[in-house]
């Protein structure tokens, strides 16, 4: 299975202020996936990155607020940019396991904006 | 497009006990797969089971079991001889099979409490 690590595990941040997630994944992987969970919600996909190309935006989620890069294909970041409030959110990174139509998921980013 | 449901917010079961928390999908796919994350205060999303929609058989794993009734679009999970450790929160998904569509689309959730 993949080993997933996210950076940092939790932030309190001011709004106002941009925060950088990063996702380390331990093999290589063509997708990388972002998603957010409000509190008590479930998971919304915010993006797919892929490597080498930009990373493909769900509705309601925009490149200037939410920024993503994927240097090579076991790393990826996520910016929340400009943040209020309203983006207290955990951040998890997933990551498709081979041949299957699972996925792994990190241990998620806890995020307060205060 | 895609939807699941989890009409139960919150679940409790006696430790030793049987649970079953519900899950209702819809999707226009004929190919699909489901699956039931489990999500405990760590944070940690961990796969439960998956269920391949062409599969007749139901899914097990262990003490977790599910019920596909694919006519009726549902998906529950059995936990069987319930366990301190299962208290968490648990998620039901469906994927489509491939496609622009196969993206990986969550319920809202039941949180499961289990009574020693």
């Known amino acids: 299975s993949a080993v997933i690590s996210q950076k940092p595990s939790r932030d309190i941040c001011q709004r106002g202020t941009s925060l950088t997630i990063q996702c380390q994944v331990d093999s290589q992987v063509t997708m990388m996936f972002w998603y957010r969970q409000q509190p008590g919600q479930s998971l919304t996909l915010i993006a797919t990155?892929?490597?080498?190309?930009?990373?493909?935006?769900e509705s309601g989620f925009v490149i200037d607020k939410f920024p993503i890069s994927r240097p090579n294909l076991t790393f990826s970041t996520l910016t929340v940019s400009n943040m209020s409030p309203e983006d207290s959110s955990i951040y998890l990174c997933?990551?498709?396991?081979?041949?299957?139509?699972?996925?792994?998921f990190g241990p998620g980013t806890r995020l307060t904006v205060t | 497009a895609q939807t699941v449901t989890q009409s139960q917010p919150e679940m409790s079961v006696q430790e030793a006990e049987t649970v079953t928390l519900s899950c209702t999908y819809d999707t226009s796919e004929s190919d699909y797969y489901l699956f039931w994350y489990k999500q405990p205060p760590s944070r940690q999303m961990i796969l439960v089971i998956r269920?391949?929609?062409?599969?007749?058989q139901n899914a097990t794993e262990n003490r977790f079991s599910v019920n596909f009734q694919k006519a009726a679009k549902s998906f529950s999970l059995k936990i069987s001889d319930s366990q301190l450790g299962d208290a968490a929160m648990y998620f039901c998904?469906?994927?489509?099979?491939?496609?622009?569509?196969?993206?990986?689309?969550f319920g809202t959730g039941t949180l499961l409490a289990v009574q020693p």
């Open positions: 997933s990551v498709p396991r081979d041949g299957t139509y699972e996925q792994y």
């Open positions: 998904a469906c994927r489509n099979y491939g496609g622009a569509t196969n993206k990986l689309i």
């Open positions: 990155a892929n490597q080498g190309s930009e990373a493909t935006y």
């Open positions: 269920q391949e929609a062409y599969k007749q």
